[in-house]
């Protein structure tokens, strides 16, 4: 079992500024892609931002510019740079990652969600 911890949420005015954290813990013994999610009132969950174990990453039209992703393999961590966020961010925010675990089984994990949102 590979477990998901999300940190950063919070209420920001919009031009403001957030940080979100997600910390996997269990039996890694690699991950491969980690993404994080997004799913507003009444809509879609939708890609926010994805990145693979080589640093390569894939930014959504929406955010491109304003957000980036960032992982710490050392710490099994990766990280949403949120800036200039607008109304239209506010939002739950998932993370996921998948991966190996150490008995070679494949995990496909996903966070508690954190709550992000944008008010004046």
């Known amino acids: 079992q590979v477990q998901l911890v999300e940190s950063g949420g919070g209420l920001v005015q919009p031009g403001g500024s957030l940080t979100l954290s997600c910390a996997a813990s269990?039996?890694?013994?690699?991950?491969?892609?980690m993404a994080w999610y997004r799913q507003a009132p009444g809509k879609q969950r939708e890609l926010v931002a994805g990145?693979?174990?080589?640093?390569?990453?894939n930014i959504a039209d929406s955010v491109k510019g304003r957000f980036t992703i960032s992982r710490d393999n050392t710490m099994n961590t990766m990280y949403l740079q949120m800036n200039s966020l607008k109304l239209e961010d506010t939002a739950v925010y998932y993370c996921?990652?998948?991966?190996?675990?150490?008995?070679?089984?494949?995990?496909?994990?996903w966070g508690q969600g954190t709550q992000v949102t944008v008010s004046s």
């Open positions: 990145i693979t174990n080589s640093g390569n990453t």
């Open positions: 996921t990652m998948k991966g190996i675990g150490f008995d070679r089984t494949m995990f496909d994990s």
């Open positions: 269990g039996s890694i013994f690699v991950i491969n892609g």
